[in-house]
């Protein structure tokens, strides 16, 4: 990564903590992912060689410069989804600044009717916005995602009651193991290798 885009992260990880602590409305905070959760999502962007890539929830764009950096190295591209206009432009704007503007297409609206109407395949899905609306979300992608793939989501641990269905949702995908790292505030990840694309293609 770019020591420019380093830079750039770092500022945004610490307007992003000061604007939180002093906004009330949850809507309106940034709610940026911790930076350990964001590099291991770029390292498994990177290491699993991904090139279509799902965001779901951009707010300023700091996690959305993670995976579109690392989506830059594979020769991947980011689709990114976010419900609020303001979000949407901040986070235009510090792609730009990360030098990334063309690696992601940003897409504006309430992400399960977006999902519905997107084309796959996908081989990294991230999960980082509405935890209840999550399950409907992965059954509408279930039949869009490459064979080998990996299905990430954020608060795993500190939203155990909200995420519950999506954690059940996800556990009971066919071919695919499924655990959550204690890292940040709990990282769901799933991954689905090659032996069931092997055996699917078989079929």
Do not use: C
């Not at 903590?17 to 959760?37: G, I, S, V, Y």
């Not at 419900?83 to 297409?105: C, F, H, I, T």
């Not at 990996?150 to 909200?162: G, K, T, Y």
């Not at 204690?182 to 032996?195: I, Q």
């Amino acid at each position: 990564m770019k020591q420019q885009v380093r830079e750039l992260l770092a500022e945004l990880e610490r307007r992003g903590a000061d604007h939180d602590a002093r906004e009330a409305d949850h809507a309106r905070k940034m709610l940026n992912l911790e930076p350990e959760t964001a590099q291991l999502l770029s390292i498994l962007v990177r290491s699993s060689r991904a090139r279509r890539v799902l965001e779901i929830g951009t707010s300023n764009g700091y996690s959305t410069i993670w995976l579109a950096s690392a989506a830059a190295e594979t020769g991947g591209q980011l689709i990114s989804i976010e419900r609020s206009a303001d979000k949407q432009a901040m986070a235009r704007e510090n792609l730009a600044r990360a030098g990334l503007a063309g690696q992601v297409a940003l897409i504006l609206g309430e992400a399960t009717a977006v999902v519905r109407d997107l084309a796959g395949p996908f081989d990294f899905v991230f999960f980082d916005a509405d935890r209840l609306s999550a399950p409907e979300q992965l059954k509408l992608l279930a039949g869009k995602l490459a064979p080998q793939v990996v299905i990430a989501a954020d608060n795993a641990l500190s939203h155990a009651q909200e995420i519950a269905g999506y954690l059940k949702a996800v556990s009971a995908l066919e071919g695919f193991e499924h655990l959550v790292i204690p890292v940040g505030k709990g990282l769901s990840l799933a991954h689905r290798g090659a032996k069931w694309a092997a055996r699917a293609n078989s079929g």
